[in-house]
Every structure is written in C-alpha cells, then in structure tokens.
C-alpha cells in the first residue's frame, strides 16, 4: 500500500473503492489536497483499488485512531488540569501544615 496523488497521468484518474470520490473535483473538497491510498489489489480484472483520506480518515475514527490535532487538543487540557490539581494538592498540603502546627500549639496550651 503506497500514498497515491490523484495527478499522476501514469495512473490515471483514481475512484474510491469506499465513497466513488476520485474522478470530479467536486464534493466537498476542492481536491487541492486530495489524496489516495492504492491498496495494490486488482478489482474487476485489472482495475487498481484506492481508498481515498476521507474513508481512510473514516476507517481510523472507527478503530480508535485520533487525528493529530485533536490528539495535541487533549494533551493541552490535560496539562492544565494536571497544573490544577498540583496547586490544588499544594495549597491543601499547606492548609494541613498549618492545621497541624494550630494542634500541637493548642496541645501545649491545654
Ligand atoms: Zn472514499
């Protein structure tokens, strides 16, 4: 399986074995970015098989896979949120030591 550009006239004009995309620029894309993955399988005697990024893009949320940028997404929130409970536990760490200093202070007292 190779990365196929759709402007390779050796090849020819690819179509997706998944959604038909691959021969119009049209829908939803404008194609500049549009790419192919040739599975290097013959369909209907001598046809090659592409699966085009959208159904790749498709066949990857359904196994598990996150795009990289919802990935970075949700390493910046979870970031911030292990910054929070960090101050978080600091400042009850703190309020404990001075609980525990008002105690042996209140124990030498009585
Ligand atoms: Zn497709």
């Given amino acids: 399986m190779h990365r196929l550009s ?3 006239p050796a090849v020819g ?11 119009t620029p ?3 894309d404008t194609m500049a970015d549009f790419w192919v993955i040739d599975l290097e399988r013959d369909v209907n005697w001598g046809d090659p098989a592409y ?3 959208y159904c790749c893009e498709k066949i990857a949320e359904e196994t598990g896979f996150v795009d990289v940028a919802a ?6 929130i979870m970031a911030g949120l292990r910054k929070e409970i960090h101050d ?3 400042a009850a ?5 001075r609980l525990d200093a ?4 209140r124990a030498t007292e009585a």
Avoid: F, H, T
Wanted: proline residues 8%; hydrophobic residues 30%; negative net charge.
């Fill in 6 to 8: 759709i402007m390779n």
């Fill in 13 to 23: 004009p690819p179509r997706c074995l998944g959604c038909g995309r691959g021969n």
């Fill in 26 to 28: 049209d829908d939803p």
């Fill in 51 to 53: 699966l085009c990024k």
């Fill in 71 to 76: 990935w970075e997404e949700c390493q910046a």
């Fill in 88 to 90: 978080l536990e600091a």
């Fill in 93 to 97: 760490d703190s309020r404990q030591r």
């Fill in 102 to 105: 008002l105690e042996v202070v």
